[in-house]
């Protein structure tokens, strides 16, 4: 997968009476001019806190959303040109999961209708659907499998139900994943258990993720590579290891602070900010994290920071760090 410049841009409706007052029309930028890659088999986690367009950007990506700029290829194929049969066909190479299991599956179809529903879609039933339902109930550890086919969702635990999305998603055989924080949901105790089955499915059909969290230790804990947003902007993004180990962003360094350490021998750099994320309406000037930044200059207010390579893979947009 690869993402070029992309943003997405909400329109604002405005009342009749405003209207009368101005007629400029207002965006929020969700997504303002990103890019980067994800290899093939890899996982790259996509963090920041809630509103800097995390989710924004899986759905464009997926075509659930339009873009307002930029491209996005997979497998060379140009994402945003596709229509209908094309974009069709598309779709059965790239799934979602989201993060609410309550509400993503419908209440009133059972188990098994849920997980053979995208075949139906795709035309790809023929008759053998039950067989093929059976055989990713009990990939995704619901077993015995005839039981869950038949129960319906209200009757399943969190843990359970995010269990029936996995496999729903993968029932086509799909190649590429937004996991659209699959986990934060759920009960502390199976959150790791999700995680290593997603994991486990990802070797086994040969899975590429995207992967969604505002979580760095859950990041830490599933993705090969990571990249931190903020109001809309990829602001630091390179190996989990890299980043984890030195931090260049004060914003990631922040992110990091609010982490636990269970090695007491370990000592970290500590950075606490404070404020919230700032209106994707109006953006602040210059460096869009000025405004909670406590290393913050004059140019910073002035100039933003562009997002440079300072170690191999390891791109940063800070003046400081660049
Ligand atoms: N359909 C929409 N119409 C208008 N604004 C939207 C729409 N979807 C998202 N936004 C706005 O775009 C910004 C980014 O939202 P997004 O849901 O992508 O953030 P996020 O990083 O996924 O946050 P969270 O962690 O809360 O899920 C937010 O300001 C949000 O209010
Ligand atoms: S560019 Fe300036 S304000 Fe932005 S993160 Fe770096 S030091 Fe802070
Ligand atoms: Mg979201």
């Known amino acids: 997968m690869v993402v070029e410049g992309l943003k997405k841009y909400f329109e604002i409706r405005k009342s009749f009476l405003e209207t009368l007052v101005s007629r400029k029309r207002e965006f929020i ?13 890899e996982v790259l986690g996509l963090v920041g806190e809630s509103g800097c367009g995390k989710t924004t950007t899986g759905r464009v990506i997926l075509r659930l959303e339009e873009p307002t700029e930029g491209r996005a290829f997979f497998d060379d194929i140009d994402l945003f040109s596709l229509n209908g049969e094309e974009l069709r066909k598309m779709r059965r190479r790239m799934q979602i999961i989201f993060q609410d299991p309550y509400a993503s599956l419908n209440p009133r179809m059972k188990v098994g209708e849920i997980i053979a529903h995208p075949l139906k879609i795709h035309g790809l039933s023929e008759g053998r659907e ?175 920071p562009q997002l440079v390579e300072v170690e191999k893979g390891h791109k940063v947009a800070c003046h400081l760090a660049a």
């Open 130 to 304: 039950k067989d093929t339902v059976l055989e990713f109930l009990e990939m995704v550890g619901l077993t015995p499998a005839e039981d869950f086919y038949n129960s319906y969702p209200h009757q399943l635990s969190g843990g359970q139900r995010q269990r029936v999305a996995i496999a729903r998603a993968l029932v086509l055989h799909p190649e590429f994943i937004v996991a659209d924080e699959p986990v934060s949901m759920l009960d502390v105790s199976v959150r790791a258990t999700i995680l290593d089955l997603m994991m486990k499915l990802k070797e086994k059909m040969g899975l590429t993720y995207l992967f969604i969290t505002h979580d760095l230790a859950t990041a830490k804990y599933v993705c090969n590579r990571v990249a931190v947003m903020y109001l809309g902007k990829i602001v630091e993004m390179g190996s989990i290891d890299r980043v984890f180990e030195e931090p260049l962003h004060p914003y990631t360094k922040a992110l990091l602070s609010a982490i636990p350490i269970p090695d007491p021998t370990v000592k970290r750099e500590r950075l606490v900010i404070g404020g919230e994320v700032p209106n994707p309406i109006n953006p602040p000037p210059g460096c869009r994290f000025h405004p909670r930044c406590p290393f913050a200059t004059e140019r910073c207010k002035q100039e933003e």
């Open 29 to 41: 930028k969700a997504v303002d001019g990103i890019s980067f890659e994800v290899g093939k088999g």
